[in-house]
T-cell receptor, first 114, second 114 residues
Framework: AQSVTQLGSHVSVSEGALVLLRCNYSSSVPPYLFWYVQYPNQGLQLLLKYTTGATLVKGINGFEAEFKKSETSFHLTKPSAHMSDAAEYFCAVSGKTSYDKVIFGPGTSLSVIP | EAGVTQSPTHLIKTRGQQATLRCSPISGHTSVYWYQQALGLGLQFLLWYDEGEERNRGNFPPRFSGRQFPNYSSELNVNALELEDSALYLC?????????????FGPGTRLTVL
């Protein structure tokens, strides 16, 4: 069975500092991987996804993530945090067959300190 | 292009009652997903409908049920409400039936069970 863990339920960074949100997955085969963001009182929005090909994936708002198969990781980074990045971030995984559901991690709440 | 819409925004019920939540997917999307986001529990997959059929189901009791209509809109029914059913219920839609598809989320319905 697939699963996702996110290290740190809450992360605080200073404005302008590096953002690093960690995600590790468990899957018997290389899965599809996603990062979603949820701003307060809103639904989720896709930041980026890895399906195949290049392991470094660039997303919206300056975020990127690297798929590392050997480490079963898909950590999310952004070089310089903005106040507007404060939100809840969810890593997710799904298999590659037609009826595989998406499994979401527990989420990491990012705070940006001015 | 209109996004995923959900109604009502808020719903207050008492224990034992039934709740009906509605979702309209993005035009052209055939897959609709339902998730429960309870405080501290992250997103839990509930149901997945595509072309009117239930394609996958999460680990929830049978009192959670739903359906998808010919116009691809969907409703989620929760019978015999319990206090722990209080949560944000998110609906998402996608274009294709495959694990790697991006899911587009609605703003959610906040269900409160008293």
């Amino acid at each position: 069975a697939q699963s996702v863990t996110q290290l740190g339920s809450h992360v605080s960074v200073s404005e302008g500092a590096l953002v690093l949100l960690r995600c590790n997955y468990s899957s018997s085969v290389p899965p599809y991987l996603f990062w979603y963001v949820q701003y307060p009182n809103q639904g989720l929005q896709l930041l980026l996804k890895y399906t195949t090909g290049a392991t470094l994936v660039k997303g919206i708002n300056g975020f990127e993530a690297e798929f590392k198969k050997s480490e079963t990781s898909f950590h999310l980074t952004k070089p310089s945090a903005h106040m507007s990045d404060a939100a809840e971030y969810f890593c997710a995984v799904s298999g590659k067959t037609s009826y595989d559901k998406v499994i979401f991690g527990p989420g990491t709440s990012l705070s940006v300190i001015p | 292009e209109a996004g995923v819409t959900q109604s009502p925004t808020h719903l207050i019920k008492t224990r034992g009652q039934q709740a009906t939540l509605r979702c309209s997917p993005i035009s052209g999307h055939t897959s609709v997903y339902w998730y429960q986001q309870a405080l501290g529990l992250g997103l839990q997959f509930l149901l997945w409908y595509d072309e009117g059929e239930e394609r996958n189901r999460g680990n929830f009791p049978p009192r959670f049920s739903g359906r998808q209509f010919p116009n691809y809109s969907s409703e989620l029914n929760v019978n015999a409400l319990e206090l722990e059913d209080s949560a944000l219920y998110l609906c998402a839609s996608s274009l294709f039936l495959a694990g790697g598809d991006t899911q587009y989320f609605g703003p959610g319905t906040r269900l409160t069970v008293l």
